[in-house]
């Protein structure tokens, strides 16, 4: 049984021979991009030097990931696994169906999480912030022969159809880069069918003893080193995603760890959270 999870950054990624736990993950694991929102939903203005961070900081996550698009799936396998690991976990606690569901997968990078589930939907749009990421991501669904209608990407939400609305939202490894989670997480919304399901998985913030001795100071932010392209270098609480998904309007909302990983012997932790567009919701 794998243990939960979060992530974790080492230049020499691979897999444990005989649990099959993640034991390192790459320089930076993430298999995509996103858009860092300049805005806040109760209408309030940001500040010109909030904004200013902001693209600062969203400039930098694309050069960052721009940069590792060059043969990112050969080099990063194990972002491989647990974008394997995620399919299977959503197959256990979703309906897919693949003659009728549609996804949405936000921040999509090379398409490792799409083309794990591209078995068993029917349909699948990435979007990544990432020029090159949506290159590969495209390059990679024309090699496995799918067409644009079946899986394609774009660089923005505003790309999309208008009208198009999607059974599943899925956002792996990102939402620890967005400053404003709650307004993305409310835009996601948007895009979801009545009784569709927004799915995030990341890293969990969890207090485990193994972190720290009695007396000793807390150990570092497993995302520390990464402040220019991070901003929840601790990763997420269950309290924080229930309370990021209840704002968002969603119901059933549910929090596990469903994969653990290594980063110089230290354990980390990878969350999925989902919760449910109510059907009476346009």
Same mark, same amino acid.
């Given at each position: 049984?794998?243990?939960?999870?979060?992530? %974790?950054?080492?230049?020499?990624?691979?897999? @444990?021979? %005989?649990?099959?736990?993640?034991?390192?993950?790459?320089?930076? =694991? @993430?298999?995509?991009?996103?858009?860092?929102?300049? @805005?806040?939903?109760?209408?309030?203005?940001? =500040?010109? *030097?909030?904004?200013?961070?902001?693209?600062?900081?969203?400039?930098?996550?694309?050069?960052?990931?721009? *940069?590792?698009?060059?043969?990112?799936?050969?080099?990063?396998?194990?972002?491989?696994?647990?974008?394997?690991?995620?399919?299977?976990?959503?197959?256990?606690?979703?309906?897919?169906?693949?003659?009728?569901?549609?996804?949405?997968?936000?921040?999509?990078?090379? #398409?490792?999480?799409?083309?794990?589930?591209? =078995?068993?939907?029917?349909?699948?749009?990435?979007?990544?912030?990432?020029?090159?990421?949506?290159?590969?991501?495209?390059?990679?669904?024309?090699?496995?022969?799918?067409?644009?209608?079946?899986?394609?990407?774009?660089?923005?939400?505003?790309?999309?159809?208008?009208?198009?609305?999607?059974?599943?939202?899925?956002?792996?490894?990102?939402?620890?880069?967005?400053?404003?989670?709650?307004?993305?997480?409310? +835009?996601?919304?948007?895009?979801?069918?009545?009784? $569709?399901?927004?799915?995030?998985?990341?890293?969990?913030?969890?207090?485990?003893?193994?972190?720290? &001795?009695? $007396?000793?100071?807390?150990? =570092?932010?497993?995302?520390?080193?990464?402040?220019?392209?991070? %901003?929840?270098?601790?990763?997420?609480? +269950?309290? &924080?995603?229930?309370?990021?998904?209840? $704002?968002? $309007?969603?119901?059933?909302?549910?929090?596990?760890?469903?994969?653990?990983?290594?980063?110089?012997?230290?354990?980390?932790?990878?969350?999925? #959270? %989902?919760?449910?567009?109510?059907? +009476?919701?346009?």
């Amino acid at each position: 049984m794998m243990s939960p999870s979060t992530t %974790t950054y080492h230049p020499t990624p691979r897999l @444990h021979p %005989t649990t099959g736990t993640i034991t390192a993950l790459p320089t930076h =694991p @993430h298999t995509h991009n996103h858009h860092l929102h300049h @805005h806040h939903c109760s209408g309030a203005p940001v =500040p010109a *030097a909030t904004i200013d961070a902001m693209q600062q900081l969203e400039a930098a996550n694309i050069a960052h990931f721009d *940069a590792l698009s060059e043969d990112y799936d050969r080099r990063h396998p194990e972002a491989r696994e647990l974008a394997l690991r995620l399919a299977r976990a959503l197959r256990r606690v979703l309906p897919l169906d693949e003659d009728t569901t549609c996804v949405l997968d936000y921040a999509c990078g090379s #398409g490792q999480v799409s083309r794990a589930l591209a =078995p068993h939907v029917l349909r699948l749009v990435g979007v990544d912030i990432s020029p090159r990421m949506v290159e590969l991501y495209n390059a990679r669904a024309d090699a496995q022969g799918l067409e644009p209608h079946e899986m394609r990407a774009v660089g923005a939400l505003a790309e999309l159809d208008t009208q198009d609305r999607f059974d599943l939202v899925v956002c792996s490894m990102a939402y620890h880069h967005f400053v404003a989670v709650d307004d993305v997480s409310r +835009e996601l919304v948007k895009y979801l069918k009545p009784g $569709g399901t927004l799915a995030v998985a990341d890293i969990a913030h969890t207090e485990l003893p193994e972190d720290c &001795d009695d $007396g000793a100071p807390p150990p =570092p932010p497993i995302m520390a080193g990464y402040e220019h392209i991070v %901003t929840h270098t601790r990763g997420f609480s +269950e309290e &924080d995603i229930r309370g990021v998904f209840v $704002g968002a $309007g969603l119901e059933n909302v549910s929090f596990e760890l469903f994969t653990s990983a290594k980063r110089q012997g230290r354990d980390v932790h990878f969350f999925l #959270g %989902t919760g449910t567009k109510p059907a +009476e919701v346009a």
